[in-house]
C-alpha cells in the first residue's frame, strides 16, 4: 500500500439506507450536518443511502424491474426491424 496518500481522518458515520430504514455504524470521511442517536447513546453524523445491501434486489434475490418511458418495447421495437 503506497504511504501517504490515504486519509486519516475517519470518524464514525452511521449509513442509513432511505428505502427501508436499515443504518449500519461505520467508519467514514465522508461529511453530514445532520445527526442521529446510535443505539449507544451517542450522536453520530448520519449519511443516507439511496440504497443498501439490505435492499439491492442482487443481495435480496427480488428482482424488480422498472420499466420508464417504454425503455424495453423502444428496444424490442428498434431491434425487431433489423432482424426481419
Known amino acids: 500500500m503506497k504511504q501517504g496518500i490515504h486519509p486519516d481522518s475517519y470518524k464514525m458515520v452511521v ?4 428505502s427501508n430504514g436499515h443504518q449500519f455504524l461505520s467508519r ?7 445527526t442521529v442517536q446510535w443505539e449507544d447513546g451517542n450522536e453520530y453524523p448520519v449519511i443516507k443511502l439511496e440504497i ?14 422498472v420499466d420508464t418511458a417504454g425503455r424495453i418495447d423502444k428496444f424490442k421495437k428498434r431491434y425487431e426491424k433489423r432482424a426481419q
Open 52 to 65: 443498501s445491501n439490505t435492499s439491492h434486489p442482487f443481495y435480496t434475490g427480488k428482482n424488480v424491474l
Open 28 to 34: 467514514s470521511t465522508a461529511f453530514s450536518k445532520e
Open 15 to 18: 449509513f442509513k439506507d432511505m
